[in-house]
């Protein structure tokens, strides 16, 4: 027959095999991220109805195969911009590589930015899809 203190070992074994099962879920799904994504567009824009912003949010990042939309189009533009100080029409692969680290909400994208395929010469069309 078990102990009391047997029983409570088995009890908290079950306990972290529950935490590290529910943890590998989280990660392997990256919810985590996604929540933080969510947290951050809402935090930015402060809707009214924040029930529908966050259904209208998630039916977005469907749409655009889980891109960040935290930032529209006219905002990305204007980063880019800002990179592009001689007005050639382009960035470099570096400069790219630093205006997608500033604009990560969360450290899956910052360390998407430093495994992601980024040409030589960066256009705008290139810079937002990139986003």
Do not use: W
């Amino acid at each position: 027959r078990a102990t009391k203190s047997q029983r409570k070992m088995d009890l908290d074994d079950s306990k972290n095999e529950v935490i590290l099962d529910a943890d590998s879920y989280l990660r392997k799904h990256k919810i985590m991220d996604l929540f933080e994504d969510l947290l951050t567009i809402a935090c930015h824009k402060k809707p009214e109805n924040l029930e529908q912003f966050l259904v209208d949010a998630l039916k977005q990042r469907k749409e655009h195969n889980s891109r960040s939309i935290v930032y529209n189009e006219a905002e990305l533009q204007n980063i880019f911009h800002l990179f592009d100080l001689k007005s050639e029409g382009h960035i470099s692969k570096t400069q790219c590589r630093e205006a997608l680290q500033t604009l990560a909400n969360s450290e899956y994208h910052f360390k998407q930015t430093e495994t992601d395929s980024i040409p030589d010469k960066v256009d705008l069309f290139t810079f937002i899809k990139l986003c």
